[in-house]
């Protein structure tokens, strides 16, 4: 069973960048499958944000694209999200998420992270 878990960086101040880290086990992000960063700004829907693939390729939300990098350290089986230049708009829950290589399904989730923007 694949299972995700992100880092809890809490409170981040204005205009900082935002570093979330995914820590995945049951199966290894270098093998296959695309690895994906969404939110969930309180009150309203998913946002994707985009994904580092299992070669290391990155896909980002062209509304956050110029904010936004995706990287990995495959030793330890883990993914990061870069998000620079917060604001408090950027507060959300953000979850880790696995999309299967074969048909593109979120099937695998991490419980989430809550991320204040605020001074």
């Known amino acids: 069973q694949v299972q995700l878990q992100e880092s809890d960086p809490g409170l981040v101040l204005p205009s900082q960048t935002l570093s979330l880290t995914c820590t995945v086990s049951?199966?290894?992000?270098?093998?296959?499958?695309?690895w994906t960063w969404v939110r969930q700004v309180p009150g309203k829907g998913l946002e994707w944000i985009g994904y580092?693939?299992?070669?290391?390729?990155?896909v980002y939300s062209p509304s956050l694209a110029s904010r936004t990098s995706i990287s990995r350290d495959t030793s330890k089986n883990q993914f990061t999200l870069q998000l620079d230049s917060v604001t408090p708009e950027d507060t959300a829950v953000y979850y880790c998420?696995?999309?299967?290589?074969?048909?593109?399904?979120?099937?695998?989730w991490g419980k989430g992270s809550l991320v204040t923007v605020a001074s």
């Open positions: 580092i693939s299992f070669s290391g390729n990155t």
């Open positions: 049951g199966g290894s992000i270098a093998a296959n499958n695309y």
């Open positions: 998420v696995r999309e299967a290589f074969n048909n593109l399904a979120l099937d695998f």
